[in-house]
C-alpha cells in the first residue's frame, strides 16, 4: 500500500497538473514581443510587418513589432536569447544573426541553436548585385573590370557587417580576383540611398528590399546569387551565368522564439506560421517582393541553420574573411 506521504504527494501533482495545462492554455497572455534585429523597410522587418498583420487578434493578444539593429542582426538576437523561458518573446531570425555571424565575429554573446527555439523557415530568396539606374555599367563583368583598372577604388554597400549581402560581395570579389572596398551601412535605406546618390559604385542587397527601386529604374540589378534566375527579375542573370560559378547563396530568413518556452506553445507557433505560409494574401504579398515562402518547421528550419553554420564557418576560413 502507498505510504500517507507518497499519497500526499500524488494528490499534489494531480491537483497541480490542471493548473499547469490551464496556465499554458492562456497563452498569450499578455503583448508578444516581436524583434526584428534589422532597420526598418528591410527584408526582416517586411516580412515580419506582413506576418504580423496577418495575425492580427487571432492570437487575442496584439504582436508589437520591435525593430532592434546593429552587429549585423547580433544585437536584436540577444535580446531574444536572453529572454529565456519567455514565451512572448520571438523574432526574425536570419541568415546574418544565425548563420553568418556566430561563425564571423569573436565575441557572439549567444549560441545560435541551444539559445532559441527555432519554428520555422519563412522565406528565401537571392542577393542582388545592383548599380545606380543612370550608371554605365550594365554587367557584372563591366564592373569586375573596372575593378582591376582601379584596385581598391571600386565599392560596394551593404546593410552592414557580418550580413550574407557583405559575404556575398566578398564572394564575388574572390571569385574574380579582384579587389573591392566593402562599405557597411547600418541597415538597408541608408546604403540604397548612397548608391543612387553616387557615394558608393555598387550595392548588394536582398531582393525584397530592393525590387521596388529596380521596377522604377532608380538601380539597375546585374546578377542574383541564387543558383537560378528569379521570376521576380527574369532578365537578370545569375552570377554562374555571368561566369562566377562560386558565387551562389540563398537568403532566408526563419521565424524563432525564446529557449525553454513550453513545448505546446512552440507547437501553436509552428502551425500558426505554417497556416500563414499557405494564406494567399501573405503568398501574394511575398510573391511581389521576390520571396518564397520557406517550407520548413522547426526540425527541418535547425538543421538548415546547422548546415549553413558549416557552410559559411569553411567559406570564411578559406576566404580569409574578415569583419570591416
Do not use: C
Not at 556575398?168 to 562599405?183: E, F, N, Y
Amino acid at each position: 500500500m502507498l505510504s500517507r506521504r507518497r499519497l500526499a504527494i500524488l494528490s499534489s501533482l494531480s491537483l497541480a497538473a490542471p493548473a499547469i495545462a490551464s496556465a499554458q492554455s492562456t497563452w498569450p497572455s499578455k503583448p508578444i514581443r516581436w524583434i526584428v534585429n534589422f532597420p526598418p523597410a528591410g527584408a526582416a522587418d517586411i516580412l515580419s510587418r506582413t506576418l504580423a498583420e496577418h495575425f492580427g487578434s487571432r492570437l487575442g493578444q496584439p504582436i508589437v513589432v520591435e525593430n532592434k539593429p546593429g552587429a549585423g542582426g547580433m544585437l536584436g538576437a540577444d535580446i531574444v536569447a536572453k529572454a529565456k523561458g519567455d514565451a512572448h518573446v520571438v523574432m526574425m531570425s536570419s541568415a546574418a544573426s544565425h548563420g553568418i555571424g556566430p561563425v564571423l565575429y569573436k565575441d557572439v554573446p549567444y549560441d545560435p541553436l541551444g539559445d532559441f527555439t527555432h519554428i520555422h523557415l519563412v522565406g528565401t530568396f537571392p542577393s542582388v548585385l545592383a548599380v545606380n539606374g543612370n550608371s554605365t555599367i550594365t554587367t557584372v563583368q563591366q564592373l569586375i573590370e573596372l575593378a582591376r583598372s582601379k584596385p581598391g577604388e571600386v565599392t560596394y554597400g551593404s546593410g552592414g557587417n557580418g550580413t550574407m549581402n557583405h559575404l556575398v560581395g566578398q564572394l564575388l570579389a574572390r571569385s574574380a580576383g579582384v579587389q573591392l572596398t566593402h562599405i557597411p551601412y547600418r541597415g538597408s535605406a541608408p546604403a540604397m540611398n548612397d548608391l543612387m546618390g553616387g557615394q558608393i559604385v555598387a550595392l548588394m542587397e536582398s531582393l525584397p528590399t530592393a525590387i521596388g527601386y529596380f521596377n522604377a529604374g532608380r538601380m539597375r540589378p546585374l546578377a542574383v546569387s541564387e543558383a537560378e534566375r528569379s521570376s521576380s527579375l527574369p532578365d537578370t542573370p545569375t552570377f554562374r551565368e555571368a561566369g562566377f560559378q562560386d558565387v551562389v547563396s540563398t537568403n532566408w530568413f526563419g521565424f524563432s522564439a525564446a529557449a525553454d518556452i513550453p513545448r505546446d506553445v512552440a507547437l501553436r507557433w509552428e502551425k500558426e506560421i505554417a497556416t500563414a505560409l499557405q494564406s494567399g494574401q501573405v503568398r501574394e504579398a511575398f510573391a511581389k517582393i521576390g520571396v518564397k515562402p520557406g517550407t520548413l518547421g522547426a526540425t527541418g528550419y535547425t538543421d538548415l541553420i546547422k548546415s549553413e553554420l558549416g557552410r559559411w564557418k569553411e567559406v570564411i576560413r578559406a576566404g580569409n574573411i574578415r569583419v570591416d
